[in-house]
């Protein structure tokens, strides 16, 4: 969550555009474990081509599903 809470506005819109737009459930998850190593790593930004900050409030329910 140190690592979440230390990135941009925009990054983490980014982050959460691209773990959101995907159509299922199985391809979130995936999304969501490509983001924990990808941010562990260091990875500060996903450049996924779409910024909508609506959906920050979305991605956020699903991280408090799951630790990070």
């Known amino acids: 969550l ?3 809470n230390a990135l941009t506005d925009i990054a983490r819109n980014e982050w959460i555009c691209w773990v959101t737009i995907v159509k299922t ?3 979130r998850d995936k999304h969501i474990v490509r983001m924990k190593e990808d941010l562990l790593s260091g990875k500060k930004r996903h450049v996924a081509g779409l910024v909508v900050l609506t959906e920050i409030p979305k991605l ?3 991280l408090n599903k799951k630790t990070l």
């Open 25 to 27: 459930q199985e391809t």
């Open 2 to 4: 140190e690592k979440w």
């Open 60 to 62: 956020q329910n699903i």
